[in-house]
């Protein structure tokens, strides 16, 4: 079992940008696609981004596309989300998961290994 420890967040004003970590322990990070979700106070999970094991396939979510970006460094067994024109309804726990491949899904919930999250606060 992987686990994962997300790292980066922090307070930006609008129209910012942050680059979110993911450090996973374990040898076998690379046989893992790998996702990014965020959830905010009161509302449900959003599943955001994914990424393949190689890297060659990315996905994202209509309210981040264009604006954050996915990638990973199986190297250095870490996964990172690239946060660009920040906008106040960013402002979310921001969390990183597992999955055997990329799936795409609204909350997140089919991934696995959550870290403890990382705060992101984007202010006006």
């Known amino acids: 079992q992987v686990q994962l420890v997300e790292s980066g967040g922090g307070l930006v004003q609008a129209g910012g940008s942050l680059r979110l970590s993911c450090a996973a322990s374990g040898r076998t990070f690379s046989s893992y696609a790998m996702g990014w979700s965020r959830q905010a106070p009161g509302k449900e999970r959003e599943f955001l981004a994914a990424?393949?094991?190689?890297?060659?396939?990315?996905y994202y979510a209509d309210s981040v596309k264009g604006r954050f970006t996915i990638s990973r460094d199986n190297a250095k067994n870490t996964v990172y989300l690239q946060m660009n024109s920040l906008k106040p309804e960013d402002t979310a726990v921001y969390y990183c998961?597992?999955?055997?491949?990329?799936?795409?899904?609204?909350?997140?919930?089919?991934?696995?290994?959550w870290g403890q999250g990382t705060q992101v606060t984007v202010s006006s």
């Open positions: 990424i393949s094991r190689t890297g060659g396939r990315t």
């Open positions: 998961a597992t999955a055997p491949y990329v799936i795409v899904t609204t909350t997140g919930n089919e991934y696995s290994n």
